[in-house]
């Protein structure tokens, strides 16, 4: 929430709501986890609520001393998606919609790195597009390519599971060819090299080879 001035001055978030929003996210979790517990009556006289507080302190009490590693971790676990959740549908409400697509992206990103399923360092490849300045003759098999696109190709080989990347598509230019040439890129399968590769390391492909289609399988 704090880096989205970046795209717009406009997204500014105060200290106080966000704290509404992780409290709201918390009882959401004890709502879920204690579906017995519902919300008590404020009831009048002071007796009345020193008893409350008396049977909620003991329930509370007990709660600790029954909770296990496996408890604490599923809890845990519910916390930080239930904060997630309403952190991203408080800030989805605020934007404009041509940057929608563009949080999403930036935060399921964030979940991926911190799970460790995407490297942070392949991420930034697909934010910045490298381009190679001493990129090799362009095979005349591969002129299908668009001259200004093969800089990008062999700035691509410089992620581990693309360092054979040009050499791999004169090996299989027909197919390449097709697959470049197809209307939606995103959705029909690779060459037989790269068949198997995550739907994450088909963005760095769109990102270098079509660029056009790079919004549509973020969709």
């Not at 978030?13 to 017995?36: G, M, Q, T, W």
């Not at 007990?62 to 549908?89: C, D």
């Amino acid at each position: 929430m704090s880096e989205l001035t970046r795209i717009h001055s406009f997204y500014k978030f105060s200290l106080d709501s966000f704290i509404i929003v992780i409290r709201r996210a918390i009882d959401i979790v004890a709502e879920k986890l204690n579906p017995k517990k519902v919300e008590k009556e404020v009831v009048e006289g002071e007796e009345a609520e020193a008893a409350e507080e008396g049977a909620e302190g003991e329930e509370n009490a007990a709660g600790e001393a029954e909770m296990t590693p496996r408890t604490l971790t599923t809890r845990v676990n519910e916390l930080i998606l239930s904060i997630t959740y309403q952190g991203f549908n408080y800030v989805r409400r605020g934007t404009f919609e041509r940057h929608k697509l563009i949080i999403a992206t930036m935060l399921c990103f964030r979940i991926n790195i911190r799970k460790k399923l995407i490297d942070e360092k392949e991420v930034n490849a697909l934010i910045k597009k490298e381009v190679a300045a001493d990129a090799p003759h362009q095979p005349e098999s591969l002129k299908f390519i668009m001259e200004s696109s093969w800089g990008a190709v062999k700035g691509l080989e410089t992620v581990k599971i693309f360092e054979n990347l040009i050499s791999s598509m004169e090996s299989e230019a027909l197919q390449w060819r097709k697959w470049y040439m197809d209307e939606k890129a995103e959705s029909v399968e690779l060459p037989r090299a790269f068949k198997d590769c995550s739907l994450f390391h088909r963005l760095l492909l769109l990102r270098a080879l079509r660029p056009d289609r790079l919004t549509g399988a973020l969709i």
